[in-house]
């Protein structure tokens, strides 16, 4: 089992920048892929993007328009979420999780493990 933590949220002005940052301590990292997922109220989780266990990062959804990176750091257990030029639309709790998988997925049940998640709020 993998424990997640999620940091770097915040309160930014639309067109700003965050970067959300997932840490994993547990078992071996490397391999497993990672999703970052976003729920704002009322609202179904729905992926963000996922980063592969071979680090091949694909953007999902809304997302996929706009100027967001996925990456990942195997020997310091992180997958970092870059989003740029964020929108009110972009406020939401971000989480991140993963699937014992080489390969990624964007739904939400192909994922075993998950953190508690950071919220961002983007104002206009």
């Known amino acids: 089992q993998v424990h997640l933590v999620e940091s770097g949220g915040g309160y930014v002005q639309a067109g700003g920048s965050l970067k959300l940052s997932c840490s994993a301590s547990?078992?071996?990292?490397?391999?497993?892929?990672t999703g970052w997922f976003r729920q704002a109220p009322g609202k179904e989780r729905e992926c963000v993007g996922a980063?592969?266990?071979?680090?091949?990062?694909?953007i999902y959804g809304r997302a996929a328009q706009r100027p967001f990176t996925i990456s990942r750091d195997d020997a310091k257990k992180t997958v970092d979420l870059q989003m740029n030029g964020l929108k009110p639309e972009d406020t939401a709790t971000y989480y991140c999780?993963?699937?014992?998988?080489?390969?990624?997925?964007?739904?939400?049940?192909?994922?075993?493990?998950w953190g508690q998640g950071t919220q961002v709020t983007v104002s206009s």
């Open positions: 547990g078992r071996t990292f490397q391999e497993i892929a």
């Open positions: 999780a993963v699937r014992y998988s080489l390969y990624a997925s964007s739904r939400a049940e192909d994922y075993a493990d």
């Open positions: 980063i592969n266990g071979d680090g091949i990062a694909t």
